[in-house]
């Protein structure tokens, strides 16, 4: 299983050649090469999460693809055939095994509605929370994509989101808002948190790869 890494909180799971995308959204560079994808997980309706004009690309070229996602995500994208998952949810795409954990959003303020989101575990290797720190339960979380900066987050809660886990291996995302300063502080913050529990922290970089 290969993961690409893009801007933002966009991911790209690769098994034998069949494709996963994870929330392509409005941060992320327009896809291009959207062959061959068995499943697109978006986990909230957020534009930086999924746009229309992403999905549409990746239809263009992988019309039976199919997409997941929360109660919220399914209302915005009104038109397209989402299939609604929740807390609990597992699923099957091609080569991939999807489970889904949680059910909102972060708070990122009191004045402003908090919304649905889920986290997908991808064939019981790589977790993504989405715009949360939900904790799947019960699991042993090999790879975590970990987010690196955000309206609802401060970096003490990332590192005990990281230390609650105690994944094998982690990389940054969700980072698009920080310069190149800010990249290299979270990145310090989530390798030490990482390390402490024996794991390996990898700096990934848009359109690089890691083998899980």
């Known amino acids: 299983m290969k993961l690409t890494k893009l801007e933002h909180a966009a991911l790209v799971v690769d098994v034998a050649g069949r494709r996963l995308f994870i929330d392509p959204g409005s941060f992320t560079t327009a896809l291009t090469d959207t062959t061959n994808a068995d499943a697109v997980v978006i986990t ?8 229309a004009e992403q999905l549409d690309r990746i ?3 992988s019309p039976d693809v199919r997409i997941f996602g929360p109660a919220g995500v399914a209302a915005a994208a009104k038109g397209y055939p989402v299939t609604v998952v929740a807390d609990g949810d597992s699923v099957e795409a091609g080569p991939f095994r ?3 954990f949680g059910r909102t959003h972060a708070v990122i303020h009191e004045s402003i509605p908090v919304i649905d989101n889920v986290g ?3 064939n019981d290797e790589l977790y993504y ?9 019960d699991v042993e979380v090999n790879t975590l994509a970990v987010p690196a900066n955000a309206p609802w ?3 003490s809660e990332v590192i005990d989101y990281v230390l609650a886990i105690k994944p094998r ?5 969700h980072e698009m808002l ?5 990249k290299d502080l979270s990145n310090t913050r989530i390798k030490s948190a990482t390390e402490q529990n024996g794991g390996e922290f990898f700096p990934l970089e848009p359109n690089e790869s890691l083998d899980l």
Do not use: C, M, N, Y
């Not at 929370?129 to 339960?137: E, H, R, Y």
């Not at 920080?178 to 800010?182: K, Q």
């Open 153 to 155: 987050l401060k970096i």
């Open 44 to 51: 909230h309706e957020h534009p930086d999460h999924w746009t």
């Open 120 to 122: 997908v575990l991808v």
């Open 129 to 137: 929370g989405g715009d949360s720190f939900t904790i799947p339960a």
């Open 98 to 100: 999807l489970r889904f």
């Open 59 to 61: 239809l263009k070229f």
């Open 169 to 173: 291996r982690s990389f940054p995302t």
């Open 178 to 182: 920080l310069s190149r300063a800010g």
